[in-house]
C-alpha cells in the first residue's frame, strides 16, 4: 500500500501554511495510480519521489491534473527527507529541470529551501491582462498605479496582478470558470495577486482553478516566478530577502522567504514543514 505523508509547508503550526501530500518512494507507479492518489489526499498538490542514479525524480499532481512544478509541495518533500534521511543537499529531477534542494534545522524546525529553475518576466498583453482582470472583479483603481500586471516564469507561469490596498486583497472575489478558461488559454499555474507593504515585505493572494483549487494557502512555484518579477523591474536591491505572507485571508498564514543574489536569475525559496 503506498504510504503518504501528509505536512504543511511555510509555516510552523499546523493550522496554518499550504498542506501537501509527499509519497516518499513512488517507484513503480503508474500515472492514473498517482493521479488517483493525489485525488483521494485532496491537496493542491502531492509530490511522487524516485530515487534515480543518486537524485530524485519528481512529480507532482493536483486533485484535477499533473502540473510542472510545485513549490510548496517541494518544500514538504524536503522536509520529509529531512526526517528520513537527514538534513543535507537533495537534487530534485522535476519535469521544468533540475532543482536543489537543501534540508537544515533552523531554531528546532527542518526547513527546506529550493532553488528554482531561471526566472523571467514581462508585462503582461492586454488580450492576457484584460480578461483576467475581468473576471478577478478588479477595476482599475484597484490595482497599484505604479507596478505593472506580468507574467512571470521560475519553472512554471504565473500572471502577477500587484492591486492597490491591503483590503482589496482581502476583498478578492472572482468568477472561477471565467478565470479558469482564462489560465488554460495561457498556461498560468496561478495568478499572484499581490499588495506591498514594504519593498522587502509583501502579501499575496493565488486563485489556483486549474489546480480544481480556489485559492493556494502558500504557493513557492509563484514566489519564485515573483522573484524574477522583482529583478526585472528592479524593485529591491540585490542581494535582497523578501518575504511574502499568504494564506492569512483563508485563516491558514503561511510565511515564504525568497532570496534573490545579484549575479543569478533564480529565486532561492525557503521554509519550515510540519507533519499533519
Known amino acids: 500500500m503506498t504510504e503518504v505523508l501528509r505536512l504543511s509547508a511555510f509555516t510552523t503550526e499546523p493550522a496554518g501554511g499550504n498542506p501537501a501530500g509527499v509519497v516518499l518512494d513512488a517507484a513503480g507507479m503508474t500515472d492514473d495510480e498517482m493521479a488517483k492518489v493525489a485525488a483521494d489526499v485532496g491537496y493542491s498538490e502531492t509530490a511522487f519521489l524516485t530515487a534515480l542514479d543518486g537524485r530524485l525524480r519528481v512529480r507532482y499532481f493536483s486533485p484535477r491534473a499533473e502540473v510542472p512544478f510545485c513549490g510548496h509541495a517541494t518544500i514538504a518533500a524536503g522536509v520529509a527527507l ?16 533540475e532543482v536543489p534542494v537543501e534540508v537544515f534545522w533552523r531554531d528546532g524546525l527542518l526547513v527546506a529551501a529550493l532553488t528554482s529553475v531561471g526566472t ?11 480578461p483576467a482582470l475581468a ?19 521560475g519553472g512554471n507561469r504565473h500572471l502577477i496582478v500587484p492591486v492597490a490596498s ?12 471565467a478565470l479558469l478558461a482564462q489560465m488554460e488559454r495561457f498556461d498560468w499555474t496561478t495568478v499572484h495577486v499581490t499588495w506591498r507593504e514594504s ?5 499575496a493572494r493565488d486563485p489556483f482553478p486549474v489546480g480544481g483549487v480556489v485559492e493556494d494557502a502558500a504557493t513557492g512555484a509563484a514566489a519564485a516566478s515573483f522573484g524574477g518579477y522583482l529583478r526585472a523591474l528592479g524593485l529591491v536591491p540585490l542581494p535582497a530577502q523578501v518575504t511574502i505572507i499568504q ?3 483563508m485563516g491558514r498564514r503561511s510565511v515564504l522567504t525568497v532570496d534573490l543574489a545579484a549575479d543569478d536569475d533564480r529565486s532561492r525559496v525557503s521554509g519550515p514543514a510540519v507533519r499533519l
Open 120 to 130: 523571467r518576466s514581462r508585462p503582461a498583453t492586454e488580450d492576457e491582462a484584460g
Open 247 to 249: 494564506g492569512e485571508d
Open 82 to 97: 529531512g526526517e528520513r534521511d537527514g538534513p543535507g543537499r537533495y537534487v530534485f529531477e522535476t519535469p521544468v529541470g
Open 199 to 203: 519593498p522587502l515585505r509583501w502579501h
Open 135 to 153: 473576471a478577478l472583479r478588479l477595476a482599475d483603481a484597484a490595482l497599484a498605479d505604479d507596478l505593472p500586471v506580468h507574467v512571470a516564469f
Open 166 to 177: 491591503r483590503p482589496v486583497l482581502a476583498a478578492l472575489d472572482y468568477d472561477y470558470e
